[in-house]
Every structure is written in C-alpha cells, then in structure tokens.
C-alpha cells in the first residue's frame, strides 16, 4: 500500500522558517520524482519544488527560489522541504507528490503551513 505522510507543517510568523519532511513507503521511492505542492483556500494546487529521483536536479516556483529547499534521503523513502524566510503569501496546505507516469502518481493528505504574526 503506498503512502504518503507529511508532518513539520504550523503557525510560524514571518521571516520565519519549517521543514516539511513526507514519509514514503510501498513503492520504490528512488525510482520515483518527488514534489512538493501547494494549495491556499481558493486557489489552484501549485508546484512548489521538485527532486529528481536521485536528487540530482531539482526545480523550484519563482516565488520560492533562493528561500526553499528540496532535498531527499533515498535511503530513509524522505523527502525534505526546508522553507526559510517565511511570507504570509506562503501559507497554504503542503502537499507531498511521488511522480513516475499518469498512473504512478500519488499524493498525501497534506500539512497545514500558516505564517502570520
């Protein structure tokens, strides 16, 4: 059975910083991409980040570069979202994604991020 587990989400106050961590388990997670996205109240889900399978390449939302960063341990089936200089803007639900093709696809259940002072 596959999943996803995210956790590391909360109420942080600008300028402040998380690190999201999603456990995997029940598919081959090295051979697999692994996401990040997000989603705010009314809005569409957005690609925040993304890890190559190795973690050798990675690509990242403008509104994010140079404040987040993705990273993976193939080894422990996590992925990373180390979020700095938090912005109110940033507050949404966080998504994990575990992407091979249009079938081997799968999602978590997300983890709340909320920034405000």
């Known amino acids: 059975q596959v999943r996803l587990v995210e956790s590391g989400g909360g109420l942080v106050q600008p300028g402040g910083s998380l690190r999201l961590s999603c456990a995997a388990s029940?598919?081959?997670?090295?051979?697999?991409?692994m996401n990040w996205y997000r989603q705010a109240p009314g809005k569409e889900r957005n690609l925040v980040a993304a890890s190559g399978s190795a973690g050798e390449s990675t690509n990242y939302a403008d509104s994010v570069k140079g404040r987040f960063t993705i990273s993976r341990d193939n080894a422990k089936k996590t992925v990373y979202l180390q979020m700095n200089r938090l912005e109110p803007e940033d507050t949404a639900t966080y998504y994990c994604n575990a992407y091979s093709d249009r079938v081997r696809n799968f999602w978590g259940r997300g983890t709340q991020v909320t920034v405000s002072s």
């Open positions: 029940g598919f081959t997670f090295d051979s697999y991409t």
